[in-house]
């Protein structure tokens, strides 16, 4: 029985391997789920932190996103696994002493709870202008759409989501989107819509003239049924990029 299990293992890190280097960018994350009432502390140990980073010149970097409900996620692209055994803070841990313990401590006092795991961009579903992966650069409000699945949909889901992207095209749709996954370290399957915009009246003014430039609402239903009927549980959030709390080592 161990025998199997491990070769069960190898196989399912093998098949994640597999996935990241033939299409898509995978992405370590890290989530604080921060109590309300601790907020502006957790922003000012962040804002330390981002801080020492730069002083010791941290040798990795991340984007830092926040939602509305106070959940930060702090992204760092990977090529593969084996990057996951890299310790990027080890050096500053030992310059900074107890003080570098004692700020987690502080951090640990804010958040309900925290942990990581990876979530797979997925270029072949998302509608981005040609060559771009990113969101331009003045566009850091977000909403995030999350639609869950399960296993035995998952095809059906796919086919979905890839009818949504040529029915966008078809129409010449300006309203851009970027599509993740679950990865390792989830349980539940899911696919993350991520639309961007300047802010929040401009994501609305987006969304309004997508709307009209995509039809009749039974014109529009009738493809994003395909996704819909598929679909156990959907979940919305809105909320930023924080350049602020984002991170890149000097060259």
Known sequence: MKTLKSTLLITLLLCFSFTITNAQQAFIIHQDNVKPSKFMEYEKIAKEFHEASIQHNVQT????AMTNDFQYFYITPIKNMAELDERPFEEMAKTMGDKFGEMFNRFDQCYSSHGDYIVIRDSELSYMPENKTEAPADENYRKWYYMYYTPKNAKKMREGMLAVKEY???KGSTE???VYRNGFGQMKNYYMVSVSAKDEIDSAKKSKANQEL???FDERWAVFSKVMDYTSKTEEFSGEMRPDLS????E
Do not use: N
Request: overall charge positive.
């Open 61 to 64: 970097s991340w984007s830092t």
């Open 168 to 170: 966008f095209k078809a």
């Open 176 to 178: 851009y989107y970027r």
């Open 214 to 216: 995509l039809g009749s």
């Open 247 to 250: 991170y890149k080592p000097k």
